[in-house]
């Protein structure tokens, strides 16, 4: 089986190093819902880079549920259009 080859894709080429999630601080989606477990991983088993290489959980509200997301490494939940999945760093 070939390997795809390796290299940079749109993430890293558009995103800078400033503007990217840290997953060492804290964020909410912009309608104010907390995040858990956020995680970056930058491929995919092919060793690809992906597009939404951030990953994390939503916590949902009284029922206690949390929703899987994925975003971009500056924290957009979509490419095209602002959503109220998108990360938003929480200042002390």
């Avoid at 749109?10 to 907390?34: L, V």
């Amino acid at each position: 089986m070939n390997k795809a080859p390796k290299g940079v894709n749109w993430g890293t080429t558009n995103t800078p190093k400033e503007k990217r999630i840290d997953p060492n601080k804290t964020y909410q989606t912009r309608s104010g819902r907390n995040i858990r477990g956020l995680q970056i991983k930058m491929t995919n088993s092919l060793d690809n880079e992906v597009t939404f290489p951030v990953k994390g959980s939503v916590d949902m509200g009284k029922n206690k549920r949390l929703k899987y997301m994925i975003w971009t490494l500056d924290g957009r939940a979509d490419l095209f259009q602002d959503t109220n999945f998108d990360l938003r760093e929480v200042r002390a």
